[in-house]
Nanobody, 117 residues
């Protein structure tokens, strides 16, 4: 079955960096677009970044993270990444990776990112 396992979250100071990873299994990773979402306390889950399947690898980002975050994928390792630089207090959230396979949306368990001084 489809499994998504995020890692790499933690506590970081404003201006710092973190790199999240999402290990995928149970589907042909290279064939599917992948996304990162986040959910801050008391807020709705929002799309952070997305990347198309292998061959295209077009990316798009939420306006709030453009120029600071970079989404990438390693199809050989079935792993999705999110490089986060110049982190701000408002980036604090649980970050989830996501994939839609056969019209069903799958989520990982999430990884907590806390930006605090």
């Amino acid at each position: 079955q489809v499994q998504l396992v995020e890692s790499g979250g933690g506590l970081v100071q404003p201006g710092g960096s973190l790199k999240l990873a999402c290990a995928a299994s149970g589907f042909t990773f290279s064939h599917y677009s992948m996304s990162w979402y986040r959910q801050a306390p008391g807020k709705v889950r929002e799309l952070v970044a997305a990347i198309t399947a292998a061959g295209g690898s077009t990316t798009n980002y939420a306006d709030s993270v453009k120029g600071r975050f970079t989404i990438s994928r390693d199809n050989a390792k079935s792993t999705l990444y999110l490089q986060m630089n110049s982190l701000k207090l408002e980036d604090t959230a649980v970050y989830y990776c996501s994939v839609r396979v056969f019209s069903r949306l799958y989520w990982g368990q999430g990884t907590q990112v806390t930006v605090s001084s």
